[in-house]
């Protein structure tokens, strides 16, 4: 059975810092992309960031580009999201979703289109408030 479990989530004011983590189970973490995705209330859910298998390149929404980190460490089977200078706007539920690649690796057409991740965790809250 597959699991992605998300932790990491918690209330910070703006301008701190959070460190959330993914750990996958049930898969080949290697053969999976793993894509970070976030839900505002009342709003769509919308990409973060992803990195990829083998070469662990890195894709970011403009909106986190430079404040956001996303990473990944196959022998702990987890991707973590470093997200610095966070803001009230980054106020979400946020989500990982892993993409199967199977050996070849690398990412899917578009990267950041969560129509590509099959299998998601059930997220972790993220509060930014003063």
């Known amino acids: 059975q597959v699991q992605l479990v998300e932790s990491g989530g918690g209330s910070v004011q703006p301008g701190g810092s959070l460190r959330l983590s993914c750990v996958a189970s049930g898969l080949t973490f290697d053969y999976h992309v793993i894509g970070w995705f976030r839900q505002a209330p009342g709003k769509k859910r919308e990409p973060v960031a992803c990195?990829?298998?083998?070469?662990?390149?890195?894709y970011y929404a403009a909106s986190v580009k430079g404040r956001f980190t996303v990473s990944r460490d196959s022998a702990a089977q987890t991707s973590y999201l470093q997200m610095n200078g966070l803001k009230p706007e980054d106020t979400a539920i946020y989500y990982c979703?892993?993409?199967?690649?199977?050996?070849?690796?690398?990412?899917?057409?578009?990267?950041?289109?969560?129509?590509?991740?099959?299998?998601w965790g059930q997220g972790t809250q993220v509060t930014v408030s003063s």
């Open positions: 979703a892993a993409h199967y690649t199977g050996s070849v690796g690398g990412p899917p057409r578009d990267p950041l289109d969560e129509i590509y991740y099959y299998y």
């Open positions: 990195v990829t298998n083998g070469a662990s390149q890195t």
